[in-house]
């Protein structure tokens, strides 16, 4: 079963729009780890954030923001007036005891934006 | 400090042959984990190493093996290969513990081609 479902395959937007990025997981774990990375073309996965279980509390970081909510086992991203170089693949992974903390990635939505 | 490291960035190989991949965590990381990458199948975990010992492997062949040494470096090897572990291969280190929750940060990949 997936454990983590990114329903949205592709996004493709005009820069200086918002986007936003679903990302559903699935757990019976209580503590657990969320993560989002960023994979440019160059292939590196690059590390954006982690939220542990216990923490519900919204980020934001620059343009990025994330809304965890536990009650629709949710952990959103959204990217705030989106410029070209946040072209990427972007991919929302889970870490649960229950599958001893290894990583558990989504599909991965690619973002696309244009000049 | 410097990233995750792995070479070689680029093989290719032919059918049947063998394969080892080198990847060097970051200064201090203690574990190593292998993530397979197809269009298919997305981000699959192959295996994690701590302290030189295997702690996880996901679900893939004998063909695929890896191993740690006492700096932490650790290679993957795969033999007989077949076309369909044509991939991009990443590695990714964290500090680690033995059951470790810590962030993991990812290499660039190596990216194997089998003709």
Redesign the interface.
């Known amino acids: 079963a997936q454990k983590v479902t990114q329903a949205q395959t592709e996004i493709s937007v005009v820069e200086k729009e918002d986007v936003t990025l679903d990302c559903v997981y699935e757990t019976r774990d209580t503590t657990y780890y969320l993560f989002w990375y960023k994979q440019p073309p160059s292939g590196e996965l690059v590390f954006l954030i982690r939220r542990n279980s216990f923490d519900e509390q919204n980020e934001i970081s620059g343009r990025y923001s994330w809304n965890f909510q536990k009650s629709t086992s949710s952990f959103n991203f959204t990217i705030t007036a989106s410029q070209v170089v946040d072209s990427a693949v972007y991919f929302c992974a889970l870490s649960e005891l229950a599958n001893d903390y290894k990583l558990s990635f989504g599909a991965g939505t690619t973002v696309t934006v244009r000049a | 400090k410097a990233g995750v490291t792995q070479t070689p960035r680029y093989l290719i190989k032919t059918r049947g042959q063998q394969v080892t991949l080198s990847c060097s965590p970051i200064s201090g990381h203690r574990s190593v984990?292998w993530?397979q990458q197809t269009p298919g199948q997305?981000?699959q975990?192959l295996f994690?190493y701590f302290s030189e010992t295997q702690?996880?492997k996901?679900n893939f062949p004998g063909r695929f093996s890896g191993r740690q040494f006492s700096n932490s470096r650790s290679e993957m090897n795969v033999s007989t290969l077949e076309l369909g572990d044509s991939a991009?291969y990443?590695c990714?280190s964290s500090l680690g513990q033995v059951?470790?929750?810590d962030?993991?940060?990812?290499?660039?990949?190596t990216?194997l081609t089998v003709l």
């Open positions: 984990s993530y997305g981000l975990f994690e702690r996880n996901g991009l990443l990714a059951v470790s929750t962030t993991q940060y990812f290499g660039p990949g990216r």
